[in-house]
């Protein structure tokens, strides 16, 4: 099995930028498929980024209110996950959690996926 540990955490203002860190011990992550999710307060927690391989090839996914703005990149060497957040807005205030799937192709259902980190916060205001 894997565990996961974010890092990043950090209150910016509108139009920022923030880099989330997903660091991996006890198995390499190209054995699962990695996504990011958050949850904010009084809501359901929501699919933000996803990254699979399928042969050759890696896939990504992102959620439709994120694509454009975030990337989703993995670092094979140091067993990271990351996620560039950009022009954030406030709306992007929530609890974000990193994640990892036996099962592939990446589903955008948080049941899918089979381990978790304990979130990391990010805040967005002026």
């Known amino acids: 099995q894997v565990q996961l540990v974010e890092s990043g955490e950090g209150l910016v203002q509108p139009g920022g930028s923030l880099r989330l860190s997903c660091a991996a011990s006890?198995?390499?992550?190209?054995?699962?498929?990695m996504a990011w999710f958050r949850q904010a307060p009084g809501k359901e927690r929501e699919f933000v980024a996803g990254?699979?391989?399928?042969?050759?090839?890696?896939?990504?996914d992102f959620g439709d209110l994120v694509k454009g703005r975030f990337t989703i990149f993995r670092d094979k060497n140091t067993n990271t996950v990351y996620l560039q957040m950009n022009s954030l807005e406030p709306e992007d205030t929530a609890v974000y959690s990193c994640?990892?799937?036996?099962?592939?192709?990446?589903?955008?259902?948080?049941?899918?996926?089979?381990?978790w980190g304990q979130g990391t916060q990010v805040t967005v205001s002026s």
């Open positions: 990254v699979w391989s399928g042969g050759h090839t890696d896939y990504v």
């Open positions: 006890g198995r390499a992550i190209e054995h699962y498929g």
């Open positions: 994640a990892a799937s036996i099962t592939t192709p990446l589903g955008r259902a948080s049941y899918k996926y089979d381990y």
